[in-house]
């Protein structure tokens, strides 16, 4: 038996990073006693060790809560800007929205960009200021600010605390109360949303849907619009929080589903699932699109043995990862390996880490770039590797990807932030104060200015005050450059990347520096250079090597000498050789290390 | 070849320890001085039934400082040696000595216990190099030492110095060069200073306390001492080592041509038969294993046809005896002769001033250590 559409409430938390969404969900769990005390830990929902060590939400969840004879589906949204998609298919699966806000901190950048997302997908909003009981908290100014930004009656926001659980009845209350219950027919033809899909090694892929229309069986046979493919569904079942099968999903209910598929790809976020053959659906459902990388890099192994590896360890990822693309890859400086497509940095990071924890890899990643098209008369040429860019010019223009950035600082740092976004190339849109003290502007910005270092250099710039959010706006024409590395005349594949013509002349210099203190002295100077085209931009050397031998071999010690030359040799044959030049492994990996957000710093 | 042996003594007691010194020896051991010696001759007798029948060329003893031992005792010592191995009557004896630790008294009891080349630690005639180094003696006592040796008989000796420490220019080591020539010994050693990870300087460098030494300093430094040491009539007879005709040390190529060699006290190594053997290194282990009457063996290893064959290449290349190029791969010495760090002298390859600083890279470009030759 499905609950009646009238008695099933499904909504979601949005919210700025830190603003307390774990922490209100673990809470709802309590009070609603679907987790018993003695199972309760902190991000409950949180399945990803990574998810929990970085505090942030991966993939969506949904669970359950039984509340006053109510079924509330809870959503649990991603919190990060590389999955905006995903969040927006969230979205589709919901009512309502409660908006979240820290009532110390007050409005950021996320919170809007959500709360825009979520007022888009026409869904209503149930305004919450969190974290009241904190000493540095102000109700009366933020719910000024919040009922401003909602135009809403103040007496609408409710004011909680998800740590002590002060409010959260209320809050239940309200959602109850405001959220108006799914409408669906059971008689119409089936029509699911997935809103998330995971591999589980026992069980395949197992998607999370939202049945918007018609009954999803148990068991049945079932076809995906997106991908057409077909399979004998195994089992529906809702997360209460555990998996807890049901005989079927009805129209307005959001559960799981064992698909029986064993690949995600043929489950993708956004499709539509409806039953094979003539009791299916004609249409899917609106709103579908095919997760697009924005980040490209290069991922070879440190030890070129280890290619199998790496191709296997990718394949076994891809089946719980979607958006991952990967497409072999030859370097001359690296060897073989793959050009890897993420949905952000953060995607990055989190899959390169994975293969480093997981399958137990030691992986060099060279400097990732966005996806240029490059123009020569009528004909496109999408880049995803600097490798791909005609050097020295011989094209007609060169498109970036830019994005629609809207970013949220006190005033006193305005001017902080109009020179940042200026350094980074933007166009400024427009601003307006949300309040004397805080200001929102809207910037459109190249994505390869932003994805990088941007957020580090804006919250050290503010003080970690402002916050940022933004989403992709189509390409735009700008004057790009291939930036070329050079040992000793030989170019570096590795090391070249694109950049705008007024930054070629630093990222040379950086580069040139940096490798002058990484590459290990040779047999002869060794020019270290960075060129556009046949034009050197910057340049340093490697003197020759004078003196390697160890002075003394004294007393009857012979061994240990050995021993030293045999250590050396290994060294060596690690070496990776760019035409007579001998490069250590570490040197790439320093050379093209990336830090926390993208600030690259020379080893010392 | 003729097999050559040799005796090595160790004798671990120093006055202080040196902050780049990472030797098997140590300050304020001095108590252990009689039972040490005890050891030392028990040892030998333990030892010297396995090397019946072999004539030993040469007697080194080193340290530590063996001149902080009594001239009496050492004399015993040698005594025992001879009365336990076929010590040839014209071996060369040669003692290490510090000089703090040598008087003209000393040294004449030493030439009387059959010490008859004596190697000195001299290491600079720049004071502030010395204090670099944490060396307590002073310029002068090099040459007083030096010219009591001479008056104590001594007719050939050895200086030591050390170059490239920090605060050395390349003046002042003309000016160490140039004293010592002043000298006219028999002998003279030349070290870079190398930085040892597991001595004070090390860790002072690794804190970045004191600078490591440039290695583009060192290599002009070591120029400097081929071309006056050479212009001086000494012959470069090994990367570290000069001397005048006929005063090679022969124990110490002994080692770098392979010749067996049995080493006697804490943490000595010998070697024979492709077979390279240690004693255990902490004095106080080595005389409780001696005076259960054992022989104190600490390690050994046996070496593989390959790690025979890359001995051979490097130490004939540190000898400048060089390596026959037959048995160098095709085309390998190429780049280095075309480059001028070898010369092929009539199918010898023989590293040349340049290469000499080079030899890692020339061991290692020549292919030793890869596939298993066995030209020996």
């Given amino acids: 038996m499905t609950t009646e559409t009238s008695r099933i409430r499904n909504f979601c938390i949005v919210a700025h990073i830190d603003h307390g969404k774990s922490t209100l969900a673990d809470r709802l769990l309590e009070v609603t006693h679907t987790v018993l005390d003695r199972d309760m830990r902190a991000q409950y929902l949180d399945k990803m060790d990574l998810e929990r060590e970085r505090g942030i939400t991966i993939k969506a969840q949904s669970v359950r809560l039984l509340h006053d004879g109510y079924e509330l589906n809870l959503i649990d949204t991603p919190g990060h800007v590389d999955f905006t998609y995903e969040v927006s298919r969230s979205l589709e699966a919901c009512e309502g929205a409660v908006l979240l806000v820290d009532a110390a901190q007050g409005l950021e950048a996320q919170t809007l960009a959500n709360y825009h997302l979520a007022r888009d997908a026409g869904l209503v909003i149930v305004p919450a200021l969190n974290k009241i009981d904190l000493p540095a908290a102000e109700p009366e100014q933020r719910t000024k600010e919040l009922a401003n930004l909602l135009d809403c009656d103040p007496r609408e926001i409710l004011h909680i605390s998800a740590k002590s659980g002060e409010g959260v009845d209320e809050l239940l209350a309200a959602v109850i109360d405001r959220v108006p219950p799914p409408v669906g027919d059971a008689t119409e033809p089936l029509q699911a949303l997935i809103f998330d899909s995971m591999f589980d090694p026992y069980r395949g892929v197992i998607t999370y849907v939202r049945v918007q229309q018609g009954v999803l069986p148990s068991r049945a046979r079932i076809k995906m619009f997106a991908t057409r493919v077909e399979s004998e569904a195994e089992e529906t079942g809702v997360n209460a929080p555990e998996p807890t099968p049901v005989p079927e999903l009805g129209p307005g209910e959001v559960g799981y589903l064992v698909t029986g598929l064993k690949d995600v790809h043929q489950a993708k976020v956004g499709d539509t699932i409806t039953l094979a053959g003539k009791l299916g659906a004609d249409e899917p459902l609106p709103g579908y699109r095919e997760p697009k990388p924005m980040v490209w890099s290069g991922l070879f192994p440190a030890d070129g043995s280890d290619y199998a590896d790496l191709r296997d360890a990718l394949d076994r990822l891809k089946l719980s990862d979607a958006a991952l693309h990967f497409e072999p890859e030859t370097s001359q400086a690296l060897g073989f390996g793959f050009r890897c497509g993420f949905l952000g940095l953060l995607h990055m990071d989190i899959v390169k880490e994975r293969l480093e924890r997981e399958f137990d890899l030691e992986l060099i990643a060279t400097a990732p770039n966005v996806e240029f098209h490059v123009f020569r008369g009528d004909e496109m040429t999408i880049v995803h590797n600097p490798a791909e860019m005609p050097p020295g010019g011989d094209h007609d223009r060169v498109e970036e990807p830019v994005v629609y950035a809207t970013i949220i600082t006190p005033a006193d740092y305005l001017g902080a932030v109009l020179g940042l976004c200026q350094e980074r190339r933007g166009e400024l849109v427009d601003m307006s104060y949300l309040t004397p003290e805080r200001v929102e502007v809207h910037y459109v910005l190249p994505m390869a200015e932003i994805v990088f270092d941007f957020f580090d250099q804006l919250k050290s710039g503010t003080r970690g005050y402002a916050s940022l959010d933004y989403e992709p706006w189509g390409y735009q024409e700008a004057n790009l450059v291939r930036v070329d590395v050079l040992l000793h005349g030989e170019p570096v594949d590795a090391f070249s990347t694109i950049v705008h013509r007024d930054k070629a002349y630093g990222y040379g210099k950086q580069m040139t520096e940096r490798l002058k203190e990484l590459i290990p002295r040779q047999l002869f100077d060794v020019a270290v250079q960075a060129a556009i085209g046949s034009k050197i931009i910057a340049r340093e050397t490697v003197k020759a090597k004078r003196k390697d031998v160890l002075a003394k071999c004294y007393g009857g010690d012979i061994t240990r000498k050995r021993k030293l030359l045999e250590t050396q040799k290994k060294g060596k044959e690690r070496m990776r050789r760019v035409g007579r030049v001998d490069v250590p492994q570490e040197a790439f990996i320093q050379a093209l290390r990336v830090d926390d957000g993208g600030s690259a710093k020379v080893k010392k | ?376």
């Fill in chain 2, 1 to 376: 070849m003729n097999s050559t042996p040799g005796i090595y003594v160790h004798v671990p007691f120093c006055l202080t320890r040196c902050g780049y010194c990472d030797f098997n020896a140590y300050a304020g051991l001095d108590g252990l001085k009689p039972r040490y010696l005890r050891a030392l001759e028990r040892e030998a007798r333990l030892a010297a039934p396995s090397w019946d029948g072999a004539e030993i060329a040469s007697v080194f003893l080193g340290g530590g400082t063996p001149t902080t031992m009594d001239p009496e005792d050492l004399g015993a010592l040698l005594r025992t040696l001879r009365t336990s191995f076929d010590v040839a009557a014209d071996a060369e004896t040669t003692i290490e000595a510090n000089p703090d630790t040598v008087e003209e008294a000393t040294l004449a009891g030493l030439q009387e216990a059959g010490y008859s080349r004596l190697s000195m630690g001299a290491q600079s005639f720049d004071p502030a190099v010395l204090r670099a180094l944490e060396r307590l003696h002073a310029p002068e006592n090099v040459r007083r030492a030096f010219h009591a040796a001479r008056a104590a008989g001594y007719a050939n000796v050895n200086l030591d110095l050390i170059y490239g420490a920090h605060g050395e220019t390349l003046e002042s080591w003309e000016r160490t060069l140039g004293e010592t020539i002043a000298l006219a010994p028999e002998h003279v050693s030349a070290y870079a200073l190398t930085i040892e990870p597991a001595t004070p300087l090390g860790r002072a460098v690794a804190r970045g306390d004191v600078p490591a030494p440039d290695p583009d300093v060192q290599a002009d430094m070591f120029g400097l001492a081929c071309s006056m040491l050479r212009d001086a009539g000494y012959g470069h007879y090994e990367i570290s080592n000069w001397a005048r005709p006929g005063y090679e040390c022969r124990h110490n190529l002994g080692y770098w041509r392979r010749q067996p060699y049995v080493g006697l006290g804490a943490g000595a190594h010998s070697y024979r038969h492709d077979r390279r053997w240690w004693n255990v290194r902490p004095p106080e282990e080595y005389l409780a294993t001696v005076e259960r009457g054992e022989l104190p063996i600490g390690g050994e290893e046996t070496l593989e046809p390959g790690d025979a064959y890359l001995e051979e290449v490097f130490l004939r290349l540190r000898i400048l005896e060089g390596v026959p190029s037959s048995w160098i791969e095709d085309g390998r010495a190429d780049p280095y002769v075309a480059s001028g760090l070898l010369l092929d002298d009539d199918g010898s390859l023989v590293p040349t001033e340049r290469g000499m600083l080079l030899l890692n890279e020339l061991v290692l470009g020549l292919g030793a250590g890869g596939a298993a030759r066995t030209p020996l």
